[in-house]
């Protein structure tokens, strides 16, 4: 079964406090709040799980959640002062009226959807801040391990054992979704592979952290797969020191150095899935001389 982590940004300011507010936001969808003269327990932003579409002419910004169901949401902001934030999750019933509310301060919390409730808001509540810098909202199934919270995710190595040369494969996060897939031992097959999620906002620093784990794990040879036009990018800082490396994209294929043009759709950027059954294909014709 797929996994979802649902990623949640602060894209309206239809639910932000803004008198006496300075309001930046960046291409990565970060966002810069802040604001010296706010009352404490005034709500500085908030997220719906419903909206009349007539009226705000926007989707819902919070996920769908089964009732009785364990969460884990992961908040990834820093205020200033540390510490001056209440995080508060409000659940209603189907006449809207409030039936539970869970105030924290933690940037990662589990809990439970209540049983009767239909829709719910997230916000973060003033406590004497005055400058908040935030990245985004992760909402997902509470039994996940803390590491897929990263920007970059390295999922576990299918095939370790195996002695060809390892397929590391970079797959760009949806917007608004990280997906981890249940099937990829199937299109892996024998061979080697390692998927690493990178997420939109992660995309700058990824070429150092996939070094660092090349690095750590002491691999010298391996076989580099973009899956996303605006991950190619990343392959001349990962590929410049390192001699023993085979190079595809979508694009082009660069092996030993030379670049030859090559027609490749492997992906389509407007879903959330590459294409694992043509590159399943592809990397079984290059390592296995199967196609």
Same mark, same amino acid.
């Given at each position: 079964?797929?996994?979802?982590?649902?990623?949640?940004?602060?894209?309206?300011?239809?639910?932000?406090?803004?008198?006496?507010?300075?309001?930046?936001?960046?291409?990565?969808?970060?966002?810069?709040?802040?604001?010296?003269?706010?009352?404490?327990?005034?709500?500085?932003?908030?997220?719906?799980?419903?909206?009349?579409?007539?009226?705000?002419?926007?989707?819902? /910004? %919070? *996920?769908?959640?089964?009732?009785?169901?364990?969460? #884990?949401?992961?908040? =990834? $902001?820093?205020?200033?002062?540390?510490?001056?934030?209440?995080?508060?999750?409000?659940?209603?019933?189907?006449?809207?009226?409030?039936?539970?509310?869970?105030?924290?301060?933690?940037?990662?919390?589990?809990?439970?959807?209540?049983?009767?409730?239909?829709?719910?808001?997230?916000?973060?509540?003033?406590?004497?801040?005055?400058?908040?810098?935030?990245?985004?909202?992760?909402?997902?199934?509470?039994?996940?391990?803390?590491?897929?919270?990263?920007?970059?995710?390295?999922?576990?190595?299918?095939?370790?054992?195996?002695?060809?040369?390892?397929?590391?494969?970079?797959?760009?996060?949806?917007?608004?979704?990280?997906?981890?897939?249940?099937?990829?031992?199937?299109?892996?097959? /024998? %061979? *080697?592979?390692?998927?690493?999620?990178?997420?939109? #906002?992660?995309?700058? =620093? $990824?070429?150092?952290?996939?070094?660092?784990?090349?690095?750590?794990?002491?691999?010298?040879?391996?076989?580099?797969?973009?899956?996303?036009?605006?991950?190619?990018?990343?392959?001349?800082?990962?590929?410049?020191?390192?001699?023993?490396?085979?190079?595809?994209?979508?694009?082009?294929?660069?092996?030993?150095?030379?670049?030859?043009?090559?027609?490749?759709?492997?992906?389509?950027?407007?879903?959330?899935?590459?294409?694992?059954?043509?590159?399943?294909?592809?990397?079984?014709?290059?390592?296995?001389?199967?196609?």
């Amino acid at each position: 079964m797929e996994q979802i982590i649902n990623q949640i940004y602060w894209e309206s300011i239809a639910n932000t406090y803004m008198y006496g507010t300075k309001l930046k936001k960046h291409v990565d969808k970060s966002v810069e709040f802040e604001n010296k003269m706010m009352a404490p327990g005034k709500e500085i932003m908030s997220w719906h799980s419903t909206n009349n579409y007539q009226s705000a002419k926007r989707v819902p /910004d %919070l *996920p769908f959640l089964i009732n009785g169901n364990e969460y #884990q949401i992961f908040i =990834k $902001a820093k205020a200033e002062p540390e510490n001056t934030c209440v995080n508060r999750l409000t659940f209603f019933d189907a006449q809207k009226d409030e039936i539970k509310r869970l105030d924290f301060t933690d940037t990662r919390y589990t809990f439970t959807f209540p049983k009767y409730a239909v829709s719910y808001t997230f916000s973060i509540v003033n406590a004497g801040c005055k400058k908040i810098n935030f990245d985004r909202i992760q909402i997902a199934d509470k039994n996940l391990p803390l590491k897929i919270w990263d920007d970059i995710y390295f999922n576990d190595v299918i095939n370790a054992e195996s002695t060809d040369t390892l397929n590391l494969i970079l797959v760009m996060d949806n917007i608004h979704a990280r997906k981890i897939w249940s099937k990829l031992k199937d299109y892996a097959g /024998d %061979l *080697p592979w390692v998927v690493v999620n990178i997420s939109w #906002q992660g995309r700058q =620093k $990824a070429g150092t952290v996939i070094k660092d784990w090349l690095a750590t794990h002491k691999i010298t040879k391996f076989r580099l797969i973009s899956t996303n036009t605006k991950l190619n990018r990343l392959i001349p800082d990962i590929f410049i020191n390192h001699f023993n490396v085979e190079y595809y994209d979508n694009n082009a294929i660069r092996s030993n150095n030379i670049l030859m043009q090559k027609d490749m759709t492997w992906y389509s950027e407007s879903i959330c899935d590459p294409d694992w059954l043509a590159i399943s294909k592809f990397l079984h014709k290059e390592c296995k001389g199967i196609g």
